[in-house]
């Protein structure tokens, strides 16, 4: 089926270059827009596995909800252009290496090793694979105490990013003191807490 | 399609947040990277599901993303944290953890 694979490779094209956008691109604010693309096209990517309430689920949450997270925090912490390391630290050429060593892993996991498992072009679906309803169904019987563990998780979460990012009165005195990063612009007396 | 053709769609995404994050000094970048890497690690096991035909996998796809949003608020909430006590904005300079 031409289609599906010319929808694959748009689609992989589009992440690809979506993910080098969030790694490359110096303005923060620029890098959320790429993750964005790149979220959008994994979607893509999960309705060609018939995947489709995880795909919905990608972009109405993900792309949706969490990237305008980012560009709240971006938009306040003020998005500006970082340098490239200025010394060639021992970081600096170890971080590609190190990708890149992963990257031969796992290609020759992947590809050169001749895995028989992998080596199969998926089994045969019953109807309503992926849908909602028979995600939900595995949620609450099977897989129920992973859901309800994650609905705790995400409360903990919500509180502790309330705890974490409000306003201490106390520490505002002390570090009025200029630090080494000066910054013109006041925090805003109008708090932006951080919601879920 | 094949689904090694996904799994080394996924292997890429993957070494790229992994560079990401080994290169970037912003947090906010660096966060975005770790979402790049789980993302690879949800392809992955999205096309896992679709070889064997059992749904498992989307269910595990879907609490790695709920995983996800609660470390993006809570690293968001540090790096919020981070700004209105006037430290700076990079890694390198938040060594204090270091032991």
Request: net charge negative; charged share 15%; hydrophobic share 60%.
């Amino acid at each position: 089926m031409w289609f599906e694979q010319v929808l694959f490779f748009l689609a992989g094209i589009g992440a690809l270059a979506g993910a080098l956008g969030v790694v490359m691109l110096r303005n923060p604010f620029y890098s959320v827009l790429a993750l964005v693309g790149h979220l959008l096209a994994l979607a893509v990517l999960f309705l060609l596995l018939h995947a489709e309430f995880v795909a919905a689920a990608q972009v109405v949450v993900y792309a949706g909800a969490v990237m305008v997270l980012y560009v709240f925090v971006v938009a306040y912490i003020g998005g500006s252009d970082e340098p490239l390391r200025p010394e060639g630290g021992v970081i600096n050429a170890f971080g590609p290496l190190f990708a890149l060593a992963i990257g031969v892993e796992l290609s020759i996991a992947f590809v050169a090793s001749g895995l028989e498992a992998i080596d199969s072009r998926g089994a045969d679906l019953g109807a309503g694979f992926g849908s909602p309803g028979q995600i939900g169904q595995l949620l609450l019987t099977r897989f129920l105490v992973p859901f309800e563990a994650a609905s705790y998780l995400l409360l903990i979460a919500a509180v502790g990013a309330v705890v974490l990012a409000r306003r201490r009165r106390g520490l505002e005195d002390v570090g009025a003191a200029p630090g080494p990063r000066e910054n013109p612009r006041e925090p805003s007396e109008t708090t932006l807490e951080v919601r879920v | 399609m094949d689904v090694v053709w996904f799994l080394v769609l996924s292997a890429f995404i993957f070494v790229i947040g992994a560079a990401g994050v080994m290169t970037r000094r912003n947090p906010l970048v660096v966060l975005l990277c770790l979402e790049l890497m789980l993302n690879a690690g949800n392809l992955a096991l999205v096309a896992f599901s679709r070889m064997h035909g059992g749904q498992a996998g989307q269910v595990f796809a879907l609490i790695v993303m709920v995983i996800a949003a609660c470390e993006v608020v809570i690293g968001l909430g540090i790096i919020v944290a981070m700004y209105r006590n006037r430290l700076p904005i990079d890694v390198d300079e938040m060594s204090e953890l270091r032991g």
